[in-house]
């Protein structure tokens, strides 16, 4: 019941009241943007959504306009080049994912599940296979996100999206959204320009 139903509504109702409420924050961070740089204030990008079906999916702009495109920010040679001075900040915040409420209203995301891959992201993308972890669909926030985030290696992130595909109910979906406000709150796991930095500092 939860799964194929009272998720999709509750995911409406709260990114609805979510856009009302923060469309104050949204007119600043767009006034921002478009002061601090020149290019769009929204950056689309195709994702991989629910079995496998691609989105565009919607950030605020956080990088300049001659950024190569379709590639992760793990594998930019020295991605702090191209990040904004407002982007370094909507970063560290995670506010420029707040458009994707707007891909949560179009049904296209959930507020949890697994991170959208990119569409050329075929490593991620076999990894999740795995666990039946790209059946479902992608959310703003999930498991992997409150435990390391940027900081998690490819198979780990991939397992824990599993995990959650296995535990995914209403008690576990508050869980990770309540843990998401923690982990944003300390700035966990955001690592520019580093996929599995977690296990390199284990090692070093």
Not at 32 to 48: A, E, N
Not at 91 to 114: F, V
Not at 141 to 164: C, F, S
Request: some cysteine; hydrophobic content about 40%; charged content about 25%.
């Amino acid at each position: 019941m939860y799964k194929h139903f009272l998720k999709r509504v509750i995911d409406f109702i709260l990114s609805l009241i979510g856009l009302i409420v923060l469309s104050p924050v949204f007119i600043i961070l767009c006034v921002w943007i478009k002061l601090d740089s020149k290019g769009p204030i929204f950056f689309r990008q195709k994702r991989v959504g629910k079995n496998k079906k691609h989105f565009n999916i919607l950030k605020f702009r956080t990088m300049y306009i001659d950024t190569p495109k379709d590639m992760p920010t793990h594998m930019l040679s020295n991605p702090d080049q191209y990040i904004t001075k407002a982007g370094k900040f909507l970063r560290k915040t995670s506010l420029d994912e707040l458009p994707q409420i707007i891909n949560i209203l179009k049904g296209e995301m959930a507020i949890i599940g697994p991170r959208p891959a990119l569409w050329n992201q075929d490593d991620l993308i076999a990894e999740r296979d795995k666990y039946g972890a790209n059946d479902i669909k992608p959310g703003l926030t999930g498991w992997a996100q409150i435990n390391g985030r940027d900081e998690l290696e490819i198979d780990v992130k991939a397992a824990l999206d599993g995990e959650y595909v296995r535990r995914m109910s209403f008690p576990f979906d508050v869980k990770c959204f309540f843990g998401t406000i923690t982990s944003v709150l300390k700035h966990e796991g955001v690592v520019e320009g580093g996929t599995g930095e977690l296990h390199k500092e284990e090692e070093a």
